[in-house]
């Protein structure tokens, strides 16, 4: 865990939970996706979104409740910043949660987006492992990372950080700010070939992924449980796919 995870969690007590680590992995990136023959239906969509971002009761979506202030940093910092500035703006778009870049810690910042040279990104994934094989296998697979905490009386996402090392090809780069971002605001599992993610192959957020992080944000779903979650994601995702993206009069941007 990373220094500022760790010491938020430790200052606030029990009043927060370690989300855990929501991982970027090579072998997931790496695996042959054949794209699908046509577009995953609204049955599949539901599906696949109530396994991935769907928790149990009591607080079965963890969501941000406040603004979100991003803090670029590292080696790599002047690169990642427009990405992370581009995300920042989609996010909001499709969350309806302020989101920005700060561009220094005194201004407040609740997600610390890091660039770090390998040899320290690589210390930090064989601890976070725990030594021994399971250690040395994420250092040999773990392209990024974020890590996260949330309160536990309510589920509000309150804490995050994302890990990227600094010798990342501009594509991987720019994979790992949407892969961990869509993490960091609450879709914490990664699609089957079903439906194209840069939760899995794709670089830049598909209209899949787009879809499930507006589903997740939508007011109809905000006291969702578990038991009923199906039925009623279903009916939100149904709405939201006769509506427009919010940011489909931005830039353009592939797959």
Same mark, same amino acid.
């Given at each position: 865990?990373? *220094? ?15 989300m ?10 790496? %695996?042959? &996706?054949?794209?699908p !023959? &046509?577009?995953?239906?609204?049955e599949?969509?539901?599906?696949t ?8 009761? =009591? ?6 409740? $406040? ?8 080696e790599?910092a #002047? ?18 949660? #302020?989101?920005?870049?700060?561009s220094?810690?005194? &201004?407040?910042? $609740? ?9 320290? /990104?690589? %210390? ?8 021994? @094989? ?10 990024? /990372? ?20 600094? *010798?990342? #090809?501009?594509?991987?780069? @720019? ?15 990664? +699609? #089957?070939q079903?439906? +194209? !993610? ?5 670089t830049?957020?598909?209209?899949? *992924?787009?879809?499930f992080?507006?589903?997740? /944000?939508d =007011?109809?779903?905000? *006291?969702?449980r578990?038991a ?5 994601? %279903? ?8 509506e427009p993206? =919010?940011?489909? $009069? ?6």
């Open positions: 865990m990373h *220094d500022f995870t760790r010491r938020a969690a430790g200052a606030a007590g029990g009043a927060l939970i370690a855990g680590v929501a991982l970027g992995l090579a072998s997931l990136w790496a %695996r042959p &996706q054949q794209p !023959s &046509q577009p995953a239906s609204a599949v969509l539901t599906e979104f109530v396994r991935i971002a769907v928790a149990a009761d =009591p607080f079965p979506l963890r969501t941000w409740r $406040n603004e979100v202030r991003m803090l670029v940093i590292g790599q #002047d690169e990642l910043r427009p990405l992370v500035e581009r995300a920042a703006e989609s996010f909001a778009a499709w969350t309806g949660v #302020d989101t920005m870049v700060v220094a810690p005194e &201004q407040g910042f $609740n997600v610390l987006i890091e660039s770090m040279p390998r040899v320290e /990104y690589a %210390r930090g994934v064989a601890e976070m492992g725990g030594g021994g @094989e399971a250690g040395q296998y994420l250092e040999e697979h773990l392209v990024c /990372y974020s890590t996260g905490l949330s309160r536990a009386d309510s589920a509000a996402l309150l804490r995050a950080t994302v890990a990227i090392p600094d *010798d990342l #090809d501009p594509k991987e780069r @720019e994979r790992c700010v949407w892969h961990e971002l869509m993490h960091v605001f609450g879709i914490f599992g990664h +699609p #089957d079903r439906v +194209p !993610s840069v939760l899995a192959r794709a830049t957020p598909t209209a899949g *992924d787009i879809l992080v507006r589903t997740l /944000y =007011p109809r779903l905000a *006291d969702l578990a009923d979650a199906a039925a009623r994601v %279903r009916a939100v995702i149904d709405a939201l796919l006769d993206d =919010p940011t489909s $009069n931005m830039a353009a941007r592939g797959n």
